[in-house]
């Protein structure tokens, strides 16, 4: 209907965006709420607190209803995009055991989960031996249990920014699809999570009932609960649409829709990136380190 408006928020590396379009997708509105510089515990690592997250994303969005009067009561629904690849660990609670590791994160697990000798002879075989240790050792998860088992054994759910996000806003653990952009056992053909019996299960030390539920992008995965409301300013009951990524929204936000179009992105770092049979493929990290 003429006059209806989207809230989108944009919870990035560096700050959080709040924005409301037309059904057009002409912006109405637009705030930005600064986030604080993350914390670097030891060489390589990046880490961030998840309250600090919720609290500018309530900033951001409460600025937004001061830029005019009415704007509430035109919204139809809200979508959500973060930061991919940053992990959270929850309790039975669902409350962080741990602060956020960040995307950019460079720690390694020194021990990994051993594979049967039938996978490992398949690895071996197709020459991904390296491959499958890469990712191993990259995993938040074989890292938690290899150098912090005292945190991984009280590790109800592992989800990333967007699922405890999505879990603030809703009060249902649920996370979209296409924002599984990182080293858990998900399957990009399937669009889920890996069938039982699938190697990665066996090479990541996660289980799978530690994992939210998964909604395809454009499907309702809950509604503003009332605490959330009381929180932000948003409509309770406000329906939540499954979204993406950062950069798969970006880059089809974009236009880019072609593998054969580029989008080149100026963020935290800066990336080239394609679209190919419908999912976001990184090609280059051209700067941060």
Same mark, same amino acid.
């Given at each position: 209907?003429?006059?209806?408006?989207?809230?989108?928020?944009?919870?990035?590396?560096?700050?959080?965006?709040?924005?409301?379009? @037309?059904?057009?997708?002409?912006? /109405?509105?637009?705030?930005?709420?600064?986030?604080?510089?993350? %914390?670097?515990?030891?060489?390589?690592? &990046?880490?961030?607190?998840? &309250?600090?997250?919720?609290?500018?994303?309530?900033?951001?969005?409460?600025?937004?209803?001061?830029?005019?009067?009415?704007?509430?009561?035109?919204?139809?629904?809200?979508?959500?995009?973060?930061?991919?690849?940053?992990?959270?660990?929850?309790?039975?609670?669902?409350?962080?055991?741990?602060?956020?590791?960040?995307?950019? @994160? %460079?720690?390694?697990?020194?021990?990994?989960?051993?594979?049967?000798?039938?996978?490992?002879?398949?690895?071996?075989?197709?020459?991904?031996?390296?491959?499958?240790?890469?990712?191993?050792? %990259?995993?938040?998860?074989?890292?938690?249990?290899?150098?912090?088992?005292?945190?991984?054994?009280?590790?109800?759910?592992?989800?990333?920014?967007?699922?405890?996000?999505?879990?603030?806003?809703?009060?249902?653990?649920?996370?979209?699809?296409?924002?599984?952009?990182?080293?858990?056992?998900?399957?990009?053909?399937?669009? @889920?999570?890996?069938?039982?019996?699938?190697?990665?299960?066996?090479?990541?030390?996660?289980?799978?009932?530690?994992?939210?539920?998964?909604?395809?992008?454009?499907?309702?995965?809950?509604?503003?609960?009332?605490?959330?409301?009381?929180?932000?300013?948003?409509?309770?009951?406000?329906?939540?649409?499954?979204?993406?990524?950062?950069?798969?929204?970006? /880059?089809?936000?974009?236009?880019?829709?072609?593998?054969?179009?580029?989008?080149?992105?100026?963020?935290?770092?800066?990336?080239?990136?394609?679209?190919?049979?419908?999912?976001?493929?990184?090609?280059?990290?051209?700067?941060?380190?």
């Amino acid at each position: 209907m003429a006059g209806d408006l989207i809230l989108s928020i944009d919870v990035g590396t560096q700050s959080v965006r709040a924005v409301l379009f @037309d059904l057009r997708g002409n912006i /109405v509105a637009l705030q930005k709420e600064p986030l604080p510089p993350w %914390q670097v515990p030891q060489a390589g690592w &990046a880490e961030q607190e998840a &309250a600090v997250y919720w609290e500018n994303l309530c900033r951001a969005v409460n600025k937004l209803w001061r830029a005019g009067s009415g704007l509430k009561d035109r919204l139809r629904c809200l979508a959500l995009t973060t930061q991919r690849s940053t992990v959270l660990l929850l309790d039975r609670e669902y409350r962080p055991l741990y602060p956020a590791v960040l995307w950019l @994160d %460079q720690r390694q697990a020194e021990r990994v989960p051993p594979l049967s000798r039938a996978w490992r002879w398949l690895f071996t075989l197709l020459g991904q031996r390296s491959t499958l240790r890469y990712l191993q050792t %990259q995993a938040e998860v074989n890292w938690f249990a290899a150098h912090r088992p005292d945190i991984w054994a009280k590790t109800n759910k592992v989800v990333f920014l967007s699922g405890y996000l999505t879990w603030l806003l809703t009060g249902e653990l649920v996370d979209s699809a296409a924002s599984q952009v990182g080293y858990l056992p998900f399957d990009y053909r399937r669009q @889920d999570w890996a069938a039982s019996g699938d190697w990665k299960w066996s090479a990541l030390s996660v289980r799978r009932e530690q994992l939210p539920r998964l909604v395809k992008p454009g499907q309702i995965m809950g509604q503003v609960s009332k605490k959330a409301a009381a929180a932000t300013g948003i409509p309770a009951g406000l329906p939540v649409v499954a979204a993406a990524a950062d950069k798969a929204c970006e /880059v089809l936000g974009s236009g880019c829709l072609m593998g054969e179009q580029g989008s080149i992105s100026y963020g935290t770092t800066a990336t080239i990136n394609i679209t190919s049979y419908s999912q976001m493929i990184v090609l280059l990290f051209l700067a941060g380190g």
